[in-house]
């Protein structure tokens, strides 16, 4: 089974300043993949980032960044420069790349606040 | 700009009463998904269809809910008797499995059961 880690319930950053998001994740599968979603208080779910387990290089989409440490079963979001849109909940979640079912398991979610 | 559609976006209705829930798929996408979400268990599976046809639904209380697909364009998801439990929100996400592993998600219904 899959597991999903965030231990950080809540987060404050400057506007303008970086911020990482910590996610670590449990497989015994070799072939996955990992995301990033954002949720603001409207209820969506945006997706933000993905990084296969495959991938040699970090995924980049403009000020998102995935910090992906294969060995420590980690993918950080790292967002820059942060905006006060960027306020909201973000879930890490995981799905199996392989043969089998690639339904997503999510992590308890992390709260951004961003600070003016 | 292709997106999931659901409808409808909220729902409040008295404990026992049936529920129907619509989701509309990006075109061209071979997965559909439903999820839900509460506080107290955040987002979990309920139901998966690829190409209509159902591979998973061990998420859901089989006694009460249920999920269709009767077109590539349409999937639903059907409580009833509804219960105050089944408050959250409701979402459906759908993908193209074989070119990305990237679930898209509709806006979500909010469900509330008196």
């Known amino acids: 089974a899959q597991k999903i880690t965030q231990t950080q319930p809540g987060m404050f950053v400057q506007e303008k300043e970086a911020v990482t998001l910590d996610c670590t994740y449990d497989t015994s599968d070799p072939s996955y993949g990992l995301f990033w979603y954002k949720q603001p208080s409207s209820g969506e779910m945006i997706f933000l980032i993905y990084?296969?387990?495959?991938?040699?290089q970090n995924a980049t989409e403009g000020r998102y960044s995935l910090n992906f440490q294969k060995a420590r079963k980690s993918a950080n979001l790292v967002i820059s420069a942060s905006q006060l849109g960027d306020s909201a909940m973000y879930f890490c979640?995981?799905?199996?790349?392989?043969?089998?079912?690639?339904?997503?398991?999510f992590g308890k979610g992390t709260k951004l606040s961003v600070i003016p | 700009d292709a997106r999931v559609t659901q409808t409808p976006r909220h729902k409040v209705t008295e404990m026992g009463q049936e529920v129907t829930m619509r989701c509309q798929p990006i075109?061209?996408?071979?997965?559909v998904f439903w999820y839900r979400q509460t506080m107290m268990q955040g987002l979990e599976l309920l139901a998966y269809?690829?190409?209509?046809?159902?591979?998973?639904d061990s998420g859901m209380p089989k006694d009460r809910f249920s999920a269709e697909m009767p077109d590539a364009t349409l999937a639903t998801l059907k409580i009833q008797p509804s219960e105050p439990r089944d408050s959250a929100v409701y979402f459906c996400a759908s993908g193209l499995r074989g070119l990305t592993d990237t679930q898209y998600f509709g806006p979500g219904t909010r469900l509330t059961v008196l």
């Open positions: 075109l061209g996408h071979n997965t």
């Open positions: 269809f690829r190409n209509r046809a159902p591979l998973d």
């Open positions: 990084q296969g387990s495959y991938d040699q």
């Open positions: 979640a995981m799905s199996l790349t392989g043969a089998g079912s690639y339904q997503l398991t």
